[in-house]
Nanobody, 124 residues
Framework: EVQLVESGGGWMRPGGSLRLSCATS????????IAWFRQAPGKEREGITA????????KYADSVVGRFTISKDNSKRTVYLQMDSLEPDDTGVYYC?????????????????WGQGTQVSVSS
């Protein structure tokens, strides 16, 4: 059974940092790209960052470049999202997703497996 489990969400003041984790099981980890998506209140879900399975190539949305960093630990089958300089607009539910991609994309149709999401709230 494929599982992706997000953790690490919570509340943070603007300017602060949080680190999300996505623990995975049930698929070949280094043959799948992992992406983070988020859905802000009242908005559509958007892709914000992704990392390839084979060589660790990364992709970032303009809204998070320079503030967020995606990384992974193959031995733990876990992908991390380090979020620095958080802003109120970063508030939302954060999802990780896996798909057998060779080229990174934020198109949801290519990600076959999804986690349940973790809430991130940024406010003063």
């Amino acid at each position: 059974e494929v599982q992706l489990v997000e953790s690490g969400g919570g509340w943070m003041r603007p300017g602060g940092s949080l680190r999300l984790s996505c623990a995975t099981s049930g698929f070949i980890f280094d043959e799948n790209a992992i992406a983070w998506f988020r859905q802000a209140p009242g908005k559509e879900r958007e892709g914000i960052t992704a990392i390839s399975g084979s060589n660790g190539v990364t992709k970032y949305a303009d809204s998070v470049v320079g503030r967020f960093t995606i990384s992974k630990d193959n031995s733990k089958r876990t992908v991390y999202l380090q979020m620095d300089s958080l802003e109120p607009d970063d508030t939302g539910v954060y999802y990780c997703a896996a798909g057998p991609l060779l080229l990174l994309t934020f198109s949801e149709k290519w990600y076959y497996h999804w986690g349940q999401g973790t809430q991130v709230s940024v406010s003063s």
